[in-house]
C-alpha cells in the first residue's frame, strides 16, 4: 500500500481490538490525526463515475476501515461487467492507512439483496458506522461531526 506510514502489524492489531470490543481505545494512538475514526460502508454498484465522486469525500476524510459492498453484473447486460469492475477498482484503492473489506456479487442480487446483505456484514463486523451508496454524495458538513479534532 503506497503511503502507508508506521507499523502496520501493530495498526492491524489495533483493528482487530475494535472489531472485537467494538471500541477504540487501542486503535487511537495509531490512527493519524487527520484520519476519521469511524469505519464506512460503501454500497456500490456499475457507476464509476458517481462512486469516483463519493470516493474523493471518503479519501478527504481518510476512514481507518473502509468496507465496500458491491453488486454484481445483470444478465443480459454485456458492458455492465466492466462498468461493475471499474466502480470496484475505484472504491478500494486507498492511498492512505486504511484496513480494506470487500464483499463482491459475483451475480447481481439486486438492490434490496445487495444493500441487505452488505449492512448486515458491516454490521457483523463493526458496532457503529457510517453508510453510505455510490448515488448519495454526502456534504461535507455531512461528514463534519465524526471527523478527528485536529
Request: proline content about 6%.
Amino acid at each position: 500500500m503506497a503511503g502507508v506510514e508506521g507499523d502496520y502489524e501493530a495498526y492491524r492489531v489495533a483493528v482487530d481490538a475494535w472489531d472485537k470490543e467494538g471500541i477504540r481505545m487501542d486503535s487511537a494512538p495509531l490512527l493519524r490525526k487527520d484520519q476519521l475514526d469511524v469505519p464506512i460502508l460503501l454500497i456500490i454498484f456499475n457507476r464509476p463515475d458517481l462512486t469516483q465522486r463519493v470516493f474523493n469525500i471518503i479519501r478527504r476524510v481518510r476512514p481507518f476501515q473502509l468496507f465496500v459492498k458491491a453488486d454484481g453484473a445483470r444478465a443480459g447486460h454485456p458492458a455492465e461487467a466492466e462498468l461493475c469492475e471499474k466502480a470496484r477498482k475505484i472504491a478500494t484503492v486507498v492511498d492512505w492507512k486504511c484496513d480494506v473489506r470487500t464483499s463482491f456479487n459475483n451475480e447481481n442480487a439486486g438492490c434490496r439483496m445487495t444493500v441487505s446483505s452488505g449492512v448486515s456484514w458491516f454490521f457483523d463486523n463493526v458496532n457503529v458506522g457510517i453508510i453510505l451508496e455510490d448515488d448519495c454524495l454526502p456534504s461535507e458538513s455531512f461528514l463534519k461531526p465524526f471527523e478527528p479534532p485536529l
